[in-house]
C-alpha cells in the first residue's frame, strides 16, 4: 500500500497531555468529594463521546454543564507545561520530506486546535488542521467527512492514526486505514482488542509507514 496523505490524532498522539487530563479531571472530581482515578484506571475507561466517559466516573449532566468548566480552565492554564511525544518533530519532517503531506484532524475545538499546534511550531508541517466548533469533544467524524469531500484523495490514499478506538472509527467511516498508538488517552488491550496494528512510539510508526511507502 503506498500513502499519499497521513491524518494524525492530536491529544494523545502527537501531544502527550494524558497526565494533564488525568489531573484536571481528579482536580474536578476533588472539589465533589467525588473519589479520583488512577492512570489506569482513566486509560480503561476514556471514550468518545467524552460525555460517556464522565458519565462513567458519576457526573450528572442533568444537574450540572457540560463541558465541565473547571476542568478546561484547569487544562487551559497549564497546558504550556505539555510536551509533544518524543520523536514527534522528527517523525512529522521526515514524512514531510518523503513528499507525502499530512493533517491533523481532532476533536478539539478548532480555535484551540490551532493555537496549540502553533504553539510547538508544527504547523508548517501540515497541509489541515482541522478541529470541530465546540469544546464538547462528541465526535470529529463530520469534520473528517467534510475535509475529505473537499480532497482529492482516493481512500486508499490516506492513512489515519491515533491513540483512541475512536480514531478507529473515524477512519472506517471514511473507509481509511489505521493504525493506533497506545501511548496516549486508551490502553494498548483495548487498543488491541480492535485488531488493528498497534505501535507504541512514533518512531515505531514512522519504520512502518516507510516500509509502507
Excluded at 491524518?7 to 502527537?14: A, F, M, P, Q, S
Excluded at 457540560?66 to 519532517?93: A, G, M, R, W
Excluded at 470541530?132 to 482529492?152: E, F, M, P, T
Aim: with cysteine; aromatic share 12%; hydrophobic share 40%.
Amino acid at each position: 500500500m503506498t500513502y499519499k496523505h497521513i491524518i494524525w490524532d492530536w491529544n494523545g498522539t502527537l501531544l502527550d497531555d494524558v497526565w494533564l487530563c488525568i489531573e484536571s479531571i481528579n482536580f474536578v472530581l476533588h472539589s465533589r468529594g467525588m473519589s479520583k482515578i488512577s492512570d489506569s484506571e482513566y486509560r480503561d475507561l476514556f471514550c468518545f463521546p467524552v460525555i460517556d466517559y464522565y458519565k462513567q466516573l458519576g457526573f450528572n449532566f442533568n444537574k450540572e454543564k457540560f463541558p465541565i468548566p473547571e476542568f478546561l480552565d484547569h487544562y487551559n492554564e497549564k497546558f504550556q507545561d505539555c510536551k509533544l511525544h518524543s520523536d514527534t518533530k522528527f517523525v512529522l519532517k521526515s514524512i514531510r520530506d518523503s513528499d507525502l503531506t499530512q493533517s491533523i484532524l481532532s476533536a478539539g475545538n478548532q480555535t484551540s486546535l490551532i493555537k496549540w499546534v502553533k504553539h510547538y511550531k508544527i504547523d508548517h508541517m501540515f497541509s489541515d488542521i482541522i478541529g470541530i466548533d465546540n469544546d464538547r469533544a462528541d465526535s470529529k467524524l463530520d469534520s473528517g467527512i467534510k475535509w475529505l469531500q473537499s480532497k482529492n484523495f482516493t481512500n486508499k490514499d490516506i492513512l489515519l492514526i491515533g491513540d483512541t478506538i475512536h480514531d478507529l472509527e473515524v477512519a472506517s467511516a471514511l473507509g481509511v486505514d489505521c493504525i493506533l498508538v497506545d501511548i496516549g488517552h486508551v490502553s494498548s488491550k483495548r487498543l488491541i482488542d480492535t485488531g488493528v496494528p498497534v505501535f507504541n512510539s512514533l518512531d515505531s510508526v514512522f519504520k512502518f509507514i516507510v516500509k509502507e511507502y
